[in-house]
């Protein structure tokens, strides 16, 4: 489904006479696509949209008023509380003292971003701006103007159907240095069309950026990370605030609900029930969800000994006593599990995992993990790690992870790619793997049909009674009601 409902929102996109529609119609498409793989990471007519869009709307001429070299503008789709990719930013910022970076967020809209990562980059010299929800042409201008009053150099850490970028930047393109931030690597992305560099933090995603979008000029940057370390006091005083014994093992697991969604193969908190009873000293502590989030499925996720502490804005405390890290499943919290390492904690991925997703590659691992095949693996090796975990393997992480991902050797990775030249040799463009495989990231087909179904009732006012036609059409082929279809219908009536 997800590949035949793309190439009808494209052939629709290429056929309406409206921008506006047009405009609507890609933004959705990269939703779509960055959701469930339809066999393509970019494609090229709604690219060339993008660029004739932005051409026309486009009413400023490049300036580029900040003279120094210095200068980085981060533009983020949304920032939030918690979450990797926010904390990629903070950790950078804290790190570097380089550059001067600034921070440019698109659509915020009602989420509460992370007042840290604000504060830090106004304390360091950064100027910070969020867009409001104005026209498009309005919104072309403040982005825009904060770009030539800041930026000599721009990285895009934005969500794959932020079509915003690929519009305001086309006039910048051979200006400055635009790098591509692959944090979404197993997904279709806006802003390669405006970038001349793409960074990725997994090889997989540099196969992919190289070979499915082929963009030469790819990098691999491991993530930041950056965490103070704890006091033998601070340590105790921890251990106090959680109630953990001498003989208590814990193990910690950090991330957002979408981190922890139901699959066929797996069920996290189920599995982690079973790990329990198998492990009577272990206790886990959940930071980031709640059980109200799973509803009504509560009663499978609910133990003694599974600790759910919501959201924290700085979870070092908790990490800074972890034995274990339990990194999400199916999905994989690669910051949040890395930091929780940093303490020395053992690192315990999601089994059964798509390639992309190799997180127990990592070079700070040093090739020691195994990736269990099934959940009975995946439980041994749970409790060897409860049966086995020692003050001199877990400094061994540790230190592995201050030497590949934090301090200065980090940083000459970082800055290595920042003065890099546009015309970079090319490397070997390897094949990624089994890129069918993405398909087991696909949404339930009913959550696609209402999504479908919602932006078309939301934006049917864009197209004209031809299209409409069309839209109704395809809406028939593909089985929705004739309640649903008649809604839409006669909403366009009304709008006309």
Known sequence: MPKKLFAFLVRLLQQSKSSDAQLALAKYAGILASKNYCGTFRDATIESFLEEYGKQQSSIT????????NQIVHVFTTIYTTGGHTRFLENLVRLDTTYVHHLL???????????????????KGGKVLVLQPETLPEKLIDFQTFV??????????????????????????????????????????????????????????????????????????????????????????????????????VAVTIGNPNKFYTTEKHHFFQTMVKGLEENPRLKLFVVGVEPKDFSPAMDAILHPRIVYLGIIEDPSDIQSIADIAIDPMPMGSYTALLETCFYGASPLVCYGTIPLFDLYKDAAFGGKLKLAANETEYLKQLKNRCDHASPASKQEISDAINEKHAGQTWLAQFHSIMNQKQNVPALERVKPNELERFSELNQ?????????????????????RKEVLKISLHLILNRYSIKEILGIVKK?????
């Not at 339930?444 to 004209?464: C, E, G, M, P, R």
């Not at 366009?492 to 006309?496: A, D, E, F, H, P």
């Open 444 to 464: 339930a087909v009913k959550v696609i049909k209402y999504s479908t179904l919602s932006f078309f009732y939301d934006n049917i006012q864009l197209f004209s």
């Open 148 to 249: 030539d009053d800041n930026a000599a150099k721009v990285i895009l850490h934005i969500h794959p159907h932020d079509c915003l970028p690929s519009v305001a930047l086309q006039a910048y393109k051979n200006l400055l240095d635009i790098h591509f931030f692959n944090h979404a690597d197993h997904g279709f992305s806006f802003g390669c069309d405006v970038s001349n560099s793409i960074i990725n933090i997994r090889r997989e995603a540099q196969k992919i950026s190289m070979h499915e979008r082929k963009q030469a000029n790819s990098s691999i940057l491991p993530l930041p990370i950056f965490k103070e370390v704890k006091s033998d006091l601070e340590f105790l005083t921890t251990k106090l605030k959680y109630g953990i014994n001498e003989t208590d093992i």
């Open 62 to 69: 490049p300036e580029l008023k900040a003279k120094e070299s």
């Open 492 to 496: 366009s009536i009304q709008v006309k």
């Open 105 to 123: 967020i698109t659509e915020q809209g009602s989420t509460s971003p992370r007042t840290q990562l604000l504060d830090l980059i106004q304390s």
